[in-house]
């Protein structure tokens, strides 16, 4: 067992079937000695002096059981260290626990108020520089909550397209055969800078889904697929909308704020919604329905968006444009979320009242030289999953999780951190990451 020790500090057993090397093993373990023993200090006292011990061994464990190779054995053990590092001194028994597991105490507080969230609003222009959806033509947009007319699906051949899989030009075929299922040779992942040849080892970009470097060719084998940004050839293919103002005698409760994720697919159009998460400011399911395509699935996306079916899917997407508006999400409403014009792209709703998490906690912000949208608002974004483990201390999008993106945990994820960010702010205390 590797739940071995020896004196105070705990030692790692010997484990033949660990893809790590034991030193490697021994030094983390130490490092997650290091913390539960500050932790736990208050309580030495009350709770048992092998606390620290056994809360150590046990994160190695489960740490190591998850690797299979020592890259993601360090990969995943850096996020540990640093969220166990962020803990504060353990008050209680109840306030212990391995990381992961360990839920912090929370104390009531009232809820933000609506002025708060109306200072995190996304102007005008960071909607423009990050490709949100607007127009200045409001004409142009389609009649909420009215079906599509036929499309005449010649517009599709209006020049190549390139693959977003292995980036080489094609033209969408209106008619898939078996051989268009099988064009693309691509990497599942996208590469990242891996430890070469041991400690002593260069850094390479590697694809971690088959281990090969840049020059290696595709592990999988699929159809050639493409994702449209701009406005008006996502228009053209299926029609923008946009929410009406909230009912003059509402018989639903209106939501004043809530937080969106939406997951896609791709379709011979290219990305289209497919599963559709609204929670409203507790977090509780307003709307998560899977959505029917306008035209023809070429791939689900299955790894990403966790969708492997639609044969369940009830609604068209103007019918839930109309079941959001039916349970109380309005032009007036405020939406939370991640990166939120893929979303609203993917929705073809234009809304201006947009919180994204995103432009909230920047990685680094471009400094404006001048008062032109050229550069305002223009920021290297920080993924979800990022932003959840260094403010949260929450996994999400777990690694391995064949299940995909869960889109109703991605909206509470992006609620949650709205809330972390506007508590701080009330505190007064500074926010680092």
């Not at 850096?78 to 962020?86: A, E, G, S, Y």
């Not at 292995?166 to 590469?191: G, I, K, S």
């Not at 608002?377 to 999400?396: D, N, S, T, Y």
């Amino acid at each position: 067992s590797s739940f071995a020790a020896t004196g105070d500090r705990p030692r790692v057993a010997i484990a033949l079937n660990s893809k790590v090397d034991r030193t490697k093993r021994q030094k983390v373990l130490d490092l997650f000695f290091n913390e539960f023993s500050r932790i736990y200090a208050p309580l030495s006292a009350t709770a048992p002096s092998s606390l620290a011990q056994q809360h150590a061994l046990k994160q190695e464990h489960l740490l190591n059981q998850k690797s299979a190779s020592a890259t993601m054995y360090s990969t995943l053990a850096v996020p540990i260290v640093n969220r166990l590092k962020k803990r504060a001194l353990a008050t209680s028994i109840t306030d212990t626990g391995i990381d992961g597991e360990y839920k912090a105490a929370t104390v009531a507080t009232a809820p933000p108020s609506i002025n708060a969230f109306e200072s995190l609003i996304t102007t005008t222009a960071e909607l423009t520089v990050n490709n949100y959806p607007i127009t200045a033509d409001e004409s142009r947009l389609h009649p909420f909550g009215q079906d599509f007319a036929p499309r005449d699906s010649g517009f599709l051949f209006e020049g190549p397209k390139s693959c977003e899989r292995c980036h080489h030009d094609f033209v969408p075929p209106l008619v898939m055969d078996d051989a268009d299922f099988q064009a693309c040779t691509y990497h599942r992942v996208r590469a990242t800078f891996q430890q070469v040849g041991g400690s002593g080892g260069s850094k390479q970009r590697i694809y971690v889904c088959c281990n090969g470097d840049q020059s290696s060719p595709g592990c999988a084998i699929g159809p050639h697929v493409f994702k449209e940004i701009q406005f008006d050839a996502l228009h053209a293919r299926i029609p923008f909308t946009r929410l009406p103002p909230p009912p003059a005698t509402p018989k639903q409760q209106q939501h004043a704020v809530v937080a969106c994720d939406c997951e896609m697919s791709y379709t011979t159009a290219g990305m289209e919604l497919t599963r559709v998460s609204f929670v409203d400011m507790q977090g509780a399911v307003i709307v998560d329905e899977l959505v029917k395509t306008q035209f023809p699935v070429v791939d689900l996306n299955s790894a990403w968006s966790g969708i492997t079916s639609l044969a369940t899917a009830k609604y068209t997407l103007p019918q839930i444009h109309t079941l959001l508006y039916t349970r109380g999400i309005s032009r007036d409403t405020i939406i939370i979320g991640h990166s939120l014009e893929n979303d609203l792209c993917a929705l073809r709703i234009v809304h201006s009242r947009i919180i994204d998490t995103s432009l909230v906690f920047p990685r680094r912000q471009q400094q404006a030289t001048t008062t032109t949208t050229a550069n305002v608002g223009v920021v290297h974004k920080l993924a979800l999953k990022q932003l959840c483990e260094r403010m949260l201390g929450r996994r999400i999008q777990v690694v391995g999780n064949i299940a995909g993106h869960d889109s109703v945990e991605d909206a509470k994820a992006a609620l949650d951190l709205v809330l972390f960010f506007l508590q701080k702010r009330a505190a007064g205390v500074a926010i680092s990451y």
